[in-house]
């Protein structure tokens, strides 16, 4: 078996190599002793189709594997690991969750904006009893009429990454009448 990555595979993993040193390692530290979100880098990431790495085009991604999804995040993680965790979390804990277990509505509606780096997509899971097993998650979900919408109830997020800057944000939650994880 070869394991030797592809041309297109190692050209992509150069593109993104001299995209974090040209465009993340000038500003990291400066970055990071203000608490800077990078938002004109993420949105530079979403247009190289980045953000949405593993997506296909349908939805706005541009079809790539999980290998050339990981050399990117490798890639930028190896000049500022914030810019990296913020790839990841954004793809593999919000949008991931829209494309696998979505409806084709919902996929349509929201993975073309997350693909694109137009909408930044957060994931909150962790409660302050159970930190970030999603097995112990005491958060149940309402359907409320006035928003038309799911809500979260029985306590607060404890942490959501990039929060502050997310146009869509999902939440794992207990349907309150069943064992069962809500799918809506």
Request: glycine share 10%; aromatic share 6%; hydrophobic share 45%.
């Amino acid at each position: 078996m070869d394991f030797a990555l592809s041309d297109e595979q190692l050209q992509l993993q150069a593109m993104v190599r001299d995209f974090a040193a040209r465009e993340i390692a000038p500003h990291v530290r400066a970055w990071d002793e203000s608490s800077h979100f990078p938002i004109d880098v993420i949105r530079q990431l979403g247009r190289l189709g980045l953000m949405g790495t593993i997506f296909p085009a349908e939805y706005g991604g541009p079809g790539l594997g999980y290998i050339e999804y990981v050399l990117a995040v490798e890639e930028l993680s190896r000049v500022d690991g914030s810019v990296g965790i913020i790839v990841a979390a954004h793809t593999s804990l919000a949008a991931n969750h829209i494309f696998v277990a979505g409806s084709e509505d919902q996929r349509r509606r929201y993975l073309p904006k997350l693909a694109s780096g137009e909408q930044i997509g957060a994931w909150a899971l962790t409660e302050p009893r159970s930190g970030s097993d999603a097995g112990a998650a005491r958060r149940t979900a309402a359907l409320t009429s006035v928003m038309r919408a799911v809500s979260a109830v029985g306590g607060p997020a404890g942490m959501v990454i990039v929060a502050a800057v997310a146009g869509l944000l999902l939440g794992a939650t207990r349907d309150p009448g069943s064992r069962s994880w809500c799918r809506q």
